[in-house]
C-alpha cells in the first residue's frame, strides 16, 4: 500500500513537473528585471498625476506624461520568458486596463512583439 502512495506522489510530481506548473513553495515574485519597470512606471505614473494636480501643469505634465508613457511601453514590450514574470506582467497591464489607460496602438505591438522571442 504504501509502495503504490508513493509511486502516486511521484508520479503527480513528474505530470505537474511535464505540465509546466511549478512545485509546491516556487517564488512567484517576478523577477528583478520586470519588477524594476514596474517601480519605474508607478513612479512615473505618480509624478505624472502630481503634475497634473499642479497649478498649471503644462510643459512639466507633458514631459511627465511622456516619461509614464515610456515606462508604460517599457512594461509592454517586456519579454516574459518565466511563468512568474508573465502572470507578473498580465495582472499589472489588466490593471493598467481596468483604468482605461492601457489605449494606444503601440501598447499592444508592444504586447504582441514581446511574444516573439525569435524576431
Not at 518565466?82 to 508592444?110: F, P, S, T, V, W
Request: hydrophobic letters at 45%; a negative charge; aromatic letters at 6%.
Amino acid at each position: 500500500m504504501l509502495f503504490h502512495s508513493g509511486s502516486a506522489v511521484v508520479a503527480s510530481t513528474i505530470a505537474a513537473t511535464a505540465l509546466g506548473a511549478e512545485p509546491p513553495g516556487w517564488d512567484k515574485e517576478p523577477s528583478n528585471n520586470l519588477r524594476a519597470l514596474i517601480e519605474a512606471h508607478k513612479a512615473a505614473y505618480a509624478a505624472f498625476d502630481k503634475a497634473l494636480h499642479d497649478i498649471g501643469g503644462g510643459s512639466g505634465s507633458d514631459r511627465a506624461s511622456r516619461e509614464e508613457e515610456r515606462a508604460l511601453l517599457a512594461i509592454c514590450g517586456y519579454a516574459a520568458v518565466m511563468e512568474r514574470d508573465r502572470l507578473a506582467k498580465a495582472r499589472y497591464l489588466l490593471e493598467i486596463e481596468a483604468r482605461g489607460e492601457l489605449d494606444l496602438a503601440e501598447h499592444m505591438q508592444a504586447v504582441l512583439r514581446s511574444t516573439m522571442w525569435n524576431e
